[in-house]
């Protein structure tokens, strides 16, 4: 976390250039953490998550990228941004809801960008922005039940869930994203979802250092047997690692970051001054020991792995690469 923290001026942008997309991932890690998000390696996420939400026309409420290289922010960034806002006490505004639930289809789900000739449901984009309105004084119930019926439509026979254009087979990464969404609405159809996870785990019968994490899909994980002693880690079983756990313990990022408990009482249309920050201490580094059924500090060791490089949103960027 230190580490992070320390070079957050190059990850959220250099050059006069700023990214939504890291901005508001950073200013989750910070209240995952219990840091003060307006002094996170000397930088107030706060203020400059506000800075990048457009304040009119037709893009009003939305969180823009600040680049030379054109905007690459997308309803992800969008529910990132409204939870991190929520989570910090402060609360997005209702032009950033009604942004984020102008991307939402007939068909309940949510496309993952706006602006489109036709309106495409995205499971992954549809779960991390029911996540956002669930904590949300400005959204509407309407607008919440309709996602998650979509989600729960999608549900395969055995417990899983398939994602967007490219990731539409069964897979555990899409399938640990939407279980902690359905966790967190309270919907037993989550307890499906972690069951299917468990299938996707490596178990005693592959290497070492394979063994306790998440396979992608079931070809991945018969791809991993087959090769037996010779499979080895690859980035996709991190990836899809760091997410599975998330809905194995039923905990979403509005868990982590506090935005259940947190909503302000507030006019949507207008912020509030954050609480009292946490006095600062030491970040310290330790080794996370599963004790019984305390999944807590897997939860947020997940949400760091995520949030520093993987998973729903890639964290490492090329010049014009969304954050």
């Known amino acids: 976390a230190a580490k992070i923290a320390g070079s957050i001026d190059g990850y959220i942008g250099t050059d006069g ?43 009003a409420g939305r969180f823009s990228d600040r680049s030379e290289y054109g905007d690459y922010s997308n309803i992800l960034v969008q529910s990132f941004a409204v939870l991190g806002l929520e989570g910090a006490g402060v609360g997005a505004s209702q032009a950033a809801v009604d942004y984020l ?40 119930d309407a607008s919440v039940t309709a996602a998650i019926d979509y989600l729960v439509g999608r549900q395969a026979g055995n417990g899983g869930f398939g994602g967007g254009a490219t990731t539409e087979g069964v897979n555990a990464n899409s399938t640990g994203l939407i279980g902690a969404t359905l966790a967190t609405a309270g919907l037993d159809e989550s307890a499906a979802a972690a069951e299917y996870l ?15 994490g998440f396979a992608y899909d079931a070809k991945a994980l018969a791809e991993r047997a087959a090769a037996g002693a010779d499979a080895a880690v690859v980035d996709q079983d991190r990836r899809t690692t760091v997410q599975a756990v998330l809905g194995l313990t039923g905990t979403s990022y509005a868990d982590l970051v506090g935005a259940l408990a947190n909503a302000p009482e507030r006019t949507c249309s207008v912020h509030v001054e954050p609480p009292a920050p946490p006095a600062p201490g030491p970040i310290v580094e330790t080794d996370i020991v599963a004790t019984g059924n305390d999944v807590a500090p897997f ?25």
């Open 101 to 140: 639930i102008s991307a939402q289809c007939d068909d309940g789900g949510f496309a993952l960008n706006t602006g489109g000739a036709t309106c495409v449901s995205d499971p992954d984009a549809t779960a991390l922005a029911v996540q956002a309105l669930l904590v949300s004084p400005c959204a509407t």
């Open 198 to 212: 468990l299938t996707m785990q490596y178990g005693s019968g592959f290497p070492e250092a394979l063994r306790g």
């Open 17 to 59: 250039e700023t990214y939504a997309g890291a901005t508001a991932k950073s200013l989750i890690l910070a209240l995952a953490l219990g840091l003060n998000p307006t002094d996170f390696g000397g930088v107030d996420l706060l203020a400059t998550l506000d800075s990048l939400e457009q304040g009119s026309g037709a893009d």
């Open 299 to 323: 939860a947020l060791l997940a949400t760091l792995l995520l949030l520093a490089g993987g998973g729903v949103v890639v964290a490492t960027r090329e010049r014009g690469a969304q954050q």
